[in-house]
């Protein structure tokens, strides 16, 4: 039975607990953020129609609450863009045929006497 040749890359370390936990908390609190963001965007305009005296005041701070709301979602939309764009290029890549490396030219490897340079 034969081994493998060794890789050239070096092994990756396996995640610690700690960085598997981490990964988790990141992977959940942003759309933990935007969920409750936008729970308490949909529950101020019930409560705010009910408190307000005027549609000015009103109008301002739903305003400003969408706005922020459009922020979060836009730029949630735009780092999605850059990440679906960077997959695209690693499986083009991945798909790309792999190039053939140059024949070495056959002989011993000296030039002939017309194509050496002189000192």
């Not at 081994?3 to 988790?24: E, M």
């Not at 949909?42 to 305003?63: L, N, P, Q």
Request: with cysteine; aromatic share 8%.
């Amino acid at each position: 039975m034969t081994h493998p040749a060794p890789c050239a890359s070096p092994a990756v370390p396996a995640a610690s607990r700690l960085d598997q936990l981490k990964g988790l908390v990141g992977d959940l609190a942003r759309p933990f953020a935007i969920i409750v963001t936008s729970g308490s965007a949909a529950w101020a305009t019930v409560v705010i129609a009910y408190r307000v005296d005027g549609f000015e005041s009103a109008g301002i701070y739903i305003g400003a609450v969408y706005a922020g709301l459009a922020g979060l979602y836009g730029f949630k939309a735009w780092e999605n863009r850059g990440a679906d764009k960077h997959a695209a290029e690693v499986e083009k890549i991945k798909a790309a045929p792999p190039v053939a490396a140059p024949e070495a030219p056959a002989g011993d490897g000296v030039l002939p006497a017309d194509q050496r340079v002189v000192l």
